[in-house]
């Protein structure tokens, strides 16, 4: 088993910047895909960005690319995502994702673990 833990979350101001964290604990595999994603009101879960353990290959959604960097501490076996130029679109509960599928933008039913997810609100 292996449990996720968000952190970070709040409410900021359209342009501004959050980071959000992401603790994990109990069987962590080196061959597991760490990511985020997030579903606003009304809205499918959709996937956000993604990170390997190992090597720390990144992959982005194009609405975010350039905007967002997820990042990872090993050691912490903590993985981060830092959003900048935050829009109003941004605006969702984000939730943090591990998986082993090798499949770099997996649909949420191949996802092997979530966390609780936590708010983010953009105002405009």
């Known amino acids: 088993q292996v449990q996720l833990v968000e952190s970070g979350g709040g409410l900021v101001q359209a342009g501004g910047s959050l980071r959000l964290s992401c603790e994990a604990s109990?069987?962590?595999?080196?061959?597991?895909?760490m990511g985020w994603f997030r579903q606003a009101p009304g809205k499918e879960r959709e996937f956000v960005a993604n990170?390997?353990?190992?090597?720390?290959?990144?992959y982005y959604a194009d609405s975010v690319k350039g905007r967002f960097t997820i990042s990872r501490d090993n050691a912490k076996k903590t993985v981060y995502l830092q959003m900048n130029s935050l829009k109003s679109e941004d605006t969702a509960v984000y939730y943090c994702a591990a998986w082993t599928v090798g499949i770099m933008r997996p649909p949420v039913s191949l996802i092997d673990y979530w966390g609780q997810g936590t708010q983010v609100t953009v105002s405009s």
């Open positions: 990170i390997m353990w190992s090597g720390g290959n990144t």
């Open positions: 109990g069987r962590t595999f080196s061959r597991n895909i």
